[in-house]
């Protein structure tokens, strides 16, 4: 146990596996939350398991991330993870030409890719196109987001050194000279507002992170990207479809319980609490699936919404977006604002929430001196509804 008190804001996936590895390495945590839990981004996502193949042919790095990451999750989150596999299709012929550089890329990072006949692509998946020219078999899968996030808040609290606080919005970051000192927060249900002592604060809240960063003085570049999906009711597919092209909008269909989603588009948004869909997206969306599965359109709809990506990095125009790093960043503003204690997680995908952790557990270990590693990549997560037992939710 190590006498040093953190603070994390925001309880999404990448602030419950923060919360979790730094209570692994005996600190004691208090995580709140301006919702409810996976409120935000976490619970808005599509939920692909990427074994890394989409960023393959763009960046070695990520891919190889994705698919030692989704390797782990399988491990440690099971109940969370559908290990369903994916099919990257080509549906004209300039699809055809990524083929094989697609196939070698996938192969460098790591990936098993396998290229299949499309007899065997319409075997494994009847609803798909009669039209695709070829197709790619890739270890994707399917994340329920919510049950993955509360796996690691049950681990965080099961060490008895997590406080979790829902409904506790961040309305000030307080200084003083030697660092930070604590989070004001307002508890939105009694409207009582505090200051949480804290000698480190990890500010993982997603695409507002900028906005919680100025409120400590500190310039953190995010860039809120939203995306709109589309479910229909109905599992048309087993796998995961990819469009086997460079990443687009409207080219991953995932199935999720008895749902199929499309996804996603993308553009820019100066606030991510102000998200509405473009006009368009739903019909481009729906024309997309249907390049894939031809009854896509057919079905009943069941819902559209938007997420706001937190990408990292500044981006002014809609066409920049996807220039922009899938990658993850831990930055540390005792080095580059000098507020000493105050660190910043930004960018990243569910698919690479634990790494996420482990890195940003690393930085406050060596900034406060503690020698502790990481365990979270080999022990199994407790069960995500033993959250719910011991009555530490809402803790105060």
């Known amino acids: 146990m190590h006498d040093i008190s953190v603070v994390v804001i925001g309880g999404g996936g990448t602030g419950a596996a923060i919360t979790y590895d730094l209570c692994e390495r005996g600190l004691s945590v208090t995580l709140v939350e301006r919702g409810e839990l996976t409120s935000g981004t976490t619970g808005r996502h599509h939920g692909q398991l990427h074994c890394g193949a989409r960023y393959a042919m763009a960046d070695t790095h990520i891919a190889t991330e994705c698919m030692?990451?989704?390797?782990?999750?399988?491990?440690?989150?099971?109940?969370?993870?559908?290990?369903?596999?994916?099919?990257?299709?080509?549906?004209?012929?300039?699809?055809?030409?990524?083929?094989?550089?697609?196939?070698?890329?996938?192969?460098?990072?790591?990936?098993?890719?396998?290229?299949?006949?499309?007899?065997?692509?319409?075997?494994?998946?009847?609803?798909?196109?009669?039209?695709?020219?070829?197709?790619?078999?890739?270890?994707?899968?399917?994340?329920?987001?919510?049950?993955?996030?509360?796996?690691?808040?049950?681990?965080?609290?099961?060490?008895?050194?997590?406080?979790?606080r829902p409904y506790a919005e961040v309305v000030g970051i307080e200084t003083g000279t030697s660092g930070v000192t604590g989070v004001a927060v307002r508890q939105l249900i009694t409207g009582r507002t505090e200051t949480i002592p804290a000698d480190i604060i990890i500010n993982a809240a997603g695409p507002w992170a900028g906005t919680i960063a100025q409120l400590a003085g500190a310039d953190l570049s995010v860039s809120p990207s939203p995306g709109t999906m589309l479910a229909v009711k109905g599992r048309l597919t087993d796998m995961v479809i990819s469009r086997l092209h460079p990443a687009g909008d409207g080219d991953i269909i995932v199935p999720q319980r008895e749902l199929t989603i499309i996804g996603s588009t993308q553009w820019l948004s100066s606030d991510p609490d102000i998200v509405r869909i473009p006009e368009g997206d739903i019909p481009f969306l729906l024309r997309a699936a249907d390049q894939m599965l031809p009854s896509f359109s057919t079905r009943p709809h069941h819902m559209a919404w938007a997420a706001a990506r937190p990408l990292y990095g500044s981006s002014r125009v809609t066409d920049d977006v996807r220039s922009l790093s899938r990658d993850f960043a831990c930055i540390d503003h005792g080095q580059v604002d000098k507020i000493r204690g105050l660190f910043s997680v930004v960018g990243g995908k569910a698919t690479t929430l634990r790494a996420m952790g482990e890195i940003t557990a690393d930085a406050v270990c060596s900034a406060c001196g503690i020698t502790a590693p990481c365990t979270t990549d080999q022990k199994r997560l407790p069960a995500y509804r033993s959250f719910y037992t011991g009555g530490l939710y809402g803790a105060e």
């Open 68 to 164: 030692k990451e989704s390797r782990i999750l399988r491990r440690i989150a099971p109940d969370a993870i559908e290990y369903n596999g994916g099919l990257f299709v080509a549906v004209t012929d300039e699809d055809c030409t990524h083929t094989e550089s697609f196939i070698e890329a996938c192969l460098e990072a790591g990936i098993p890719a396998q290229s299949i006949t499309t007899e065997q692509a319409l075997a494994y998946e009847p609803a798909l196109s009669e039209q695709i020219q070829a197709a790619v078999l890739v270890p994707d899968g399917t994340i329920d987001p919510w049950r993955l996030a509360l796996h690691f808040f049950a681990g965080a609290k099961q060490t008895g050194r997590a406080v979790i």
